[in-house]
């Protein structure tokens, strides 16, 4: 096929799709689909989102048919079109990173001082009430497990934890151990 005859027949194709030939509209998916969705694909690396593009790239190149006047490669407009969509996901991608990069900097900030403000009143409780403490919640053994770890009978490791929670909510000035927050289910 020459390049003349290459776009002749996209004047022909653009005529018969005007007229309403649902032929002529399938030889024109078929003839640059593959160009368009290979454009999408390597500007926003997702095959399932290049899809989408593509289809919608036809999508609105159809929706804007009647208004279209042929003036050479059909092909630019449709690049044109799919390079619109992927610039709009690209843009909305970056936002919606940028937000969650914000978050994430502002929870990891939190935890850091959450962490320093538990460190330095674990430090000021009693050897016994901080070893009991650090098993339970930072090394998430079961009640029973302290217990023998610590060579001490199950009451008195429920009375040390309960006794470390309060000693604890008094240094924080809040209820951070709540006795809801972690129920004695590791018995």
């Known amino acids: 096929m020459r390049k003349g005859d290459f776009v002749y027949n996209d004047f022909l194709?653009?005529?018969k799709m005007k007229q309403g030939d649902d032929n002529a509209f399938d030889l024109f998916v078929?003839?640059?689909y593959q160009e368009?969705?290979?454009y999408c694909y390597h500007h926003c690396f997702d095959q399932t989102y290049a899809e989408d593009f593509t289809q919608e790239t036809f999508i609105r190149f159809f929706s804007?048919?009647?208004d279209y006047h042929y003036k050479g490669k059909t092909l630019n407009y449709l690049y044109t079109i799919a390079g619109n969509l992927c610039k709009d996901y690209l843009k909305k991608t970056k936002e919606t990173l940028l937000?969650?990069?914000e978050l994430v900097e502002e929870n990891q900030t939190e935890q850091i001082l959450n962490r320093v403000l538990i460190e330095q009143a674990l430090e000021q409780l009693p050897d016994e009430s901080r070893e009991v403490i650090t098993l339970y919640y930072f090394q998430e053994l079961k009640l029973t497990e302290i217990s023998d770890t610590l060579q001490i009978?199950?009451?008195l490791v429920k009375y040390r934890l309960q006794k470390a929670r309060k000693q604890l909510r008094e240094l924080l000035g809040?209820?951070?151990f709540d006795e809801s927050e972690r129920k004695d289910k590791k018995i």
């Open 13 to 15: 194709l653009i005529r």
């Open 30 to 32: 078929h003839k640059y």
């Open 36 to 38: 368009i969705l290979s």
């Open 64 to 66: 804007k048919l009647p």
């Open 99 to 101: 937000e969650e990069i």
């Open 153 to 155: 009978g199950l009451p």
């Open 174 to 176: 809040k209820e951070k």
